[in-house]
């Protein structure tokens, strides 16, 4: 996880929206895109960081913090969103409250093919799964999207997938040997 020393702002939003909603668990795989707010949450007292090694887990840490009074957000690539499909269906046939951050990959300017599929589908994958859909389309939105997807699922019981496009993270750049 490549950690920006001037992270973007949207990524400073992202991670007030889920301080100001009174979430006190962050679960997560490690990713680039959400290495603000990983961090932001690791040396944040208020809040139990889960690092996970597959991201089915962070399903069911959402659901064990709801159960024990309180609020988690998992944080995940679009890659990692078909690891989770059948834990997906623990939230509707227990009726959990539930919000993840996806940062997409397979969209704007991808350059590894293994990452486009599931790009592709992470948008209807969640549909299919009852999951509501946000997404955040302009940086300048992260914080307005978030912080209404918190209260969808944390004030109204809704289950819901924040999705940032590839073209608000930017574009991923590897040197070649």
Sequence with gaps: MNANPNPPPWQKDIFQAIK???VQQVAYVPDAGHSYV????????EITDVVLTT??????VAAGAWLGGQRAVLLMQSSGVGNCMNMFSLLSAADIPFLTIVTMRGEYAEFNPWQAPMGRA???????MGIHVMRVRRPEDAHEVVS??????FMAGA???VLI????????????N
């Design 55 to 60: 991201e089915e887990e962070g399903v069911a």
């Design 159 to 161: 289950r819901i997938a």
């Design 122 to 128: 992470t948008q209807a994958a969640m549909e299919l």
């Design 165 to 176: 496009g590839q073209d608000v993270i930017g574009r991923k750049k590897w040197e070649r």
């Design 20 to 22: 100001d909603a009174g």
């Design 38 to 45: 990983i961090k932001s949450a690791i040396a944040d007292p």
């Design 148 to 153: 209404a997807a918190l209260d969808g699922a």
